[in-house]
């Protein structure tokens, strides 16, 4: 297997996990603003959202690196 196909692979693998991402941050917004309609407490889920955007943020730049590194010319 080629360098150029693994980071491919990578590359649609990270695609998979930063649309996932996105769907986690999501959901994880809808949750805290229930509960804070509720009256809730919401530190919990608060810290939680915070750690999935820093954990999609990673996954998007990862993602962007990959199609930056697949645009070069081969060698």
Same mark, same amino acid.
């Given at each position: 297997? &080629?360098? %150029?196909?693994?980071?491919? +692979?990578?590359?649609?693998?990270?695609?998979?996990?930063?649309?996932?991402?996105?769907?986690?941050?999501?959901?994880? %917004?809808?949750?805290?603003?229930?509960? @804070?309609?509720?009256?809730?407490?919401? +530190?919990?889920? @608060? &810290?939680?959202?915070? %750690?999935?955007?820093?954990?999609?943020?990673?996954?998007?730049? +990862?993602?962007? %690196?990959?199609? @930056?590194?697949?645009?070069?010319?081969?060698?």
């Amino acid at each position: 297997m &080629t360098d %150029r196909v693994m980071l491919q +692979d990578h590359l649609e693998m990270t695609e998979r996990h930063v649309a996932l991402g996105e769907r986690h941050v999501s959901q994880q %917004r809808a949750r805290l603003e229930a509960l @804070r309609r509720n009256g809730e407490p919401i +530190d919990a889920a @608060r &810290t939680l959202l915070q %750690r999935f955007e820093e954990l999609h943020a990673l996954h998007v730049e +990862d993602r962007d %690196r990959l199609v @930056r590194t697949l645009s070069e010319p081969e060698p």
